[in-house]
């Protein structure tokens, strides 16, 4: 049993920044897996930038160079950075969680409830 809670979204001229943060909560047993994606109106939903323990974060090639996942273990948290917008990013962007609770024997897959991030050109 794990919820997302999402902050962070809402209005900004091309070439602002945007800092989203998604915070976990509930009886966590482990974290295997966080990320963030993004949808935009008639679209489908698309990755955006992944982070696991251990290995290098990855990103969309459409973001590179501009976003930064990172998280903060201590508080079950996982944020993006969002740098040089540009109204292609404009989307509603949810957060991805995903790891065991109950003492490891149950799996969860949690996703956020979504936050609009509209850029203005």
């Known amino acids: 049993q794990v919820q997302l809670v999402e902050s962070g979204g809402g209005l900004v001229q091309a070439g602002g920044s945007l800092r989203l943060s998604c915070a976990a909560s509930g009886s966590i047993f482990s974290i295997d897996f966080m990320g963030w994606y993004r949808q935009a109106p008639g679209k489908q939903r698309d990755v955006v930038a992944t982070?696991?323990?251990?290995?290098?974060?990855k990103y969309a090639d459409s973001v590179k160079g501009r976003f930064t996942i990172s998280k903060d273990n201590a508080k079950n948290t996982v944020y993006l950075q969002m740098n040089s917008l540009k109204p292609e990013d404009t989307a509603v962007y949810y957060c991805?969680?995903?790891?065991?609770?109950?003492?490891?024997?149950?799996?969860?897959?949690?996703w956020g409830q979504g936050t609009q991030v509209t850029v203005s050109s």
């Open positions: 991805n969680v995903r790891g065991s609770y109950n003492s490891g024997n149950l799996y969860y897959n949690t």
């Open positions: 982070i696991t323990s251990g290995i290098s974060p």
